[in-house]
């Protein structure tokens, strides 16, 4: 929890920035945008509530993993319970 309200101070656009809803995220997965068009920053939250794998949704190609819930830096897929930041 510690990284994860580090990132939130370090980056305006988790606090300050805007809010979009990512469509097509996928069964038991709920995926978001947060923009800072002033700092031109733009990172994609993506949490997995469900029990199996599920695909990361469109939106997050050519995104790299900012912070993972799993604490690791290599997801392609986002694993039961798993959260992650990329931008």
Do not use: I, W
């Not at 990284?3 to 656009?13: G, K, M, Q, S, W």
């Not at 912070?67 to 997801?75: I, K, V």
């Not at 986002?78 to 959260?83: A, F, S, T």
């Amino acid at each position: 929890h510690k990284a994860l309200l580090a990132l939130r101070r370090a980056e305006p656009a988790l606090s300050v920035g805007c809010y979009a809803p990512v469509e097509g995220a996928g069964e038991d997965v709920l995926a978001f945008e947060r923009r800072d068009d002033a700092a031109g920053r733009r990172l994609l939250v993506a949490l997995n509530f469900g029990d199996q794998e599920r695909e990361l949704p469109r939106a997050a190609s050519g995104l790299r993993v900012v912070l993972s819930t799993r604490m690791d830096d290599g997801a392609v897929r986002l694993r039961p319970d798993e959260g992650v930041v990329l931008g």
